[in-house]
């Protein structure tokens, strides 16, 4: 219904309306400032302001939207009594607009100046702002471009609004269009501090996200560790609990990320994903874009217990499990192709926390759902996670950064050290460990043959140990195997358990001072070694 004027003004402005003292309750809506970006749902929402009898002030484009639907509008250069300049860089940058959303309204000389200067409040601000992260974002946009999408008066406004939620309402999403109008159509026109206060959240919440946005394609034009990391995280789902269950947890996104561990992932069935779901399934997806080949990674406690490429992805999956069966038990298991019922009648015979894959036939859906708790999930991202991304790892009160571990090492080079030089089927599985190795926790050790790891040793504090790890992980013959280490031996005692296993050649970084003694212990073995010049802890 229509909002009357107030019947008893206790001063009278230069336009003689009244503005009167008012406590911060319920704020009764008059008028509202609409400014926006994103015009979802724009004409409604103003249409049912203005059912409600609530006045309209607007600006540019959206003013142009509102009138051409038929809802009226006062341009904000009639409400300021100063034209919009500078194709629009200056419009709401007003004393008026701004004292009209700053003022405090119990405060009898905000009030006596409001009349004064015949300002006239706003008790509704709706406003968007300009799309900065969608443009820079684009290929081939100019930095000129990018640079006009940075919003000046909108997060202002914004800022005002919120700052001032005892008096002022403001309203940055279209997602809180309904809400709005239901409260005021069931309210007289008013709403509550509780509602303003929780939309000054959402306010808030945003221009730190659009002001963190700007920040970072600032720092990413210098190319150097910024000095400032600025990201800003959303909460994406509530988890069950952390590591342990007295833990609580939640999964946040960064706001703006091109991709995100969960983007575009699908739940076919299951559980909800719970702490340790995501962090292996975090490690992965990263280990499985390591390989274009058919491949299935079978992870456990963050680490890989089992991995294959083979020319079908089930015969990858029988490899890798072979790798460590015991391990597996509880493990996820990831696959960069399809799963087909086949393949799922096997998995299903095994305790699985959670299977990911590209797709899944309509026979692995139905076998899969006679399993109600195992979580399938459809890895639907087809974007690569862009190299520019950090890695970061939280610690105490801070967060470490660092480049991602990313680069494929190239065998051109790689350095043969030995007498003996590998052959190529002994090439393909070095290649193959040495990838592999990267996404194991140090000290790490890889042993394969055959494009499947055949043993791996993880998270000693002794090399030889991780060897000798690994070594009883393995569940056959070592005989003419490969192995990976993510760092260089410190002493030969590592590559000589190896060899006496039945190792036939050997990949590390190298770089200790004792590299000539491991070399001669593999010279005089006849086993092959290869420098990579590059370590890959992963701690």
């Given at each position: 219904?229509?909002?009357?004027?107030?019947?008893?003004?206790?001063?009278?402005?230069?336009?003689?309306?009244?503005?009167?003292?008012?406590?911060?309750?319920?704020?009764?809506?008059?008028?509202?400032?609409?400014?926006?970006?994103?015009?979802?749902?724009?004409?409604?929402?103003?249409?049912?302001?203005?059912?409600?009898?609530?006045?309209?002030?607007?600006?540019?484009?959206?003013?142009?939207?509102?009138?051409?639907?038929?809802?009226?509008?006062?341009?904000i250069g009639d409400y300021t009594g100063s034209p919009e300049i500078l194709d629009g860089r200056v419009k709401t940058l007003h004393p008026t607009v701004h004292a009209g959303l700053l003022a405090v309204r119990d405060d009898e000389e905000h009030?006596?100046?409001?009349?004064?200067?015949?300002?006239?409040?706003?008790?509704?601000?709706?406003?968007?702002?300009?799309?900065?992260?969608?443009?820079?974002n684009r290929r081939g946009v100019s930095d000129e471009e990018i640079l006009e999408q940075i919003d000046i008066g909108g997060p202002t406004m914004v800022r005002a609004s919120a700052k001032n939620f005892k008096f002022t309402g403001i309203v940055v999403s279209p997602e809180s269009y309904d809400a709005v109008l239901e409260e005021l159509g069931e309210e007289d026109c008013t709403l509550s501090l509780e509602t303003r206060?929780?939309?000054?959240?959402?306010?808030?919440?945003?221009?730190?996200?659009?002001?963190a946005a700007i920040s970072q394609w600032f720092n990413e034009r210098t190319g150097n560790v910024p000095d400032q990391f600025v990201r800003v995280y959303e909460k994406s789902i509530d988890l069950p609990y952390g590591e342990?269950?007295?833990?609580?947890?939640?999964?946040?996104?960064?706001?703006?990320?091109?991709?995100?561990?969960?983007?575009?992932?699908?739940?076919?069935?299951?559980?909800?994903?719970?702490?340790?779901?995501?962090?292996?399934?975090?490690?992965?997806?990263?280990?499985?874009?390591?390989?274009?080949?058919?491949?299935?990674?079978?992870l456990k406690h963050n680490n890989p217990c089992g991995i294959a490429v083979s020319n079908s992805v089930a015969d990858a999956y029988g490899k890798a499990m072979a790798t460590d069966p015991l391990s597996a038990f509880g493990g996820i298991y990831v696959f960069n192709r399809e799963v087909d019922g086949a393949l799922a009648e096997q998995l299903i015979e095994h305790f699985i926390e959670l299977v990911f894959a590209p797709s899944y036939t309509p026979d692995a859906l139905r076998i899969f759902g006679q399993k109600e708790n195992l979580r399938v999930m459809t890895n639907n991202e087809r974007r690569i996670w862009p190299v520019t991304d950090p890695d970061l790892r939280?610690?105490?009160?801070?967060?470490?950064?660092?480049?991602?571990?990313?680069?494929?090492?190239?065998?051109?080079?790689?350095?043969?050290?030995?007498?003996?030089?590998?052959?190529?089927?002994?090439?393909?599985?070095l290649l193959f460990a040495w990838r592999v190795c990267k996404h194991v926790r140090s000290t790490a050790i890889v042993l394969a043959r055959d494009l499947t790891t055949l043993g791996i040793g993880a998270g000693q504090m002794s090399r030889v140990d991780s060897v000798k790890l690994s070594v009883k992980k393995a569940r056959t013959s070592l005989e003419s195997a490969v192995m990976a280490s993510d760092a260089f031996f410190p002493f030969a005692d590592g590559p000589d358990y190896a060899i006496k296993a039945g190792v036939t050649a050997v990949i590390q970084p190298g770089g200790s001072k004792r590299d000539p003694e491991v070399v001669k212990a593999c010279d005089d073995a006849g086993v092959a070694m290869v420098f990579t010049g590059r370590r890959h802890f992963r701690h």
């Open positions: 219904m229509p909002v009357p004027e107030s019947q008893n003004p206790k001063s009278a402005n230069a336009n003689g309306k009244a503005v009167e003292v008012t406590a911060p309750g319920a704020v009764r809506i008059r008028r509202a400032l609409i400014s926006v970006s994103d015009k979802r749902g724009l004409v409604d929402f103003a249409r049912g302001l203005e059912d409600l009898g609530i006045k309209i002030v607007s600006t540019g484009g959206t003013a142009k939207e509102l009138s051409e639907n038929g809802v009226k509008v006062t341009p009030v006596a100046q409001l009349n004064a200067n015949g300002i006239e409040p706003i008790d509704l601000v709706c406003v968007n702002l300009y799309p900065f992260q969608r443009y820079a206060e929780s939309l000054a959240v959402d306010a808030f919440n945003y221009t730190a996200q659009y002001e342990n269950p007295h833990q609580r947890a939640a999964y946040y996104a960064e706001v703006g990320s091109r991709t995100d561990l969960l983007s575009m992932v699908g739940q076919e069935q299951g559980k909800d994903l719970s702490f340790n779901n995501l962090l292996d399934l975090d490690s992965g997806r990263r280990l499985i874009e390591e390989f274009e080949l058919p491949c299935c990674a079978i939280g610690v105490r009160g801070g967060l470490l950064l660092q480049d991602r571990d990313v680069d494929i090492d190239p065998r051109d080079a790689m350095q043969v050290v030995t007498q003996a030089h590998p052959t190529e089927k002994q090439w393909g599985d």
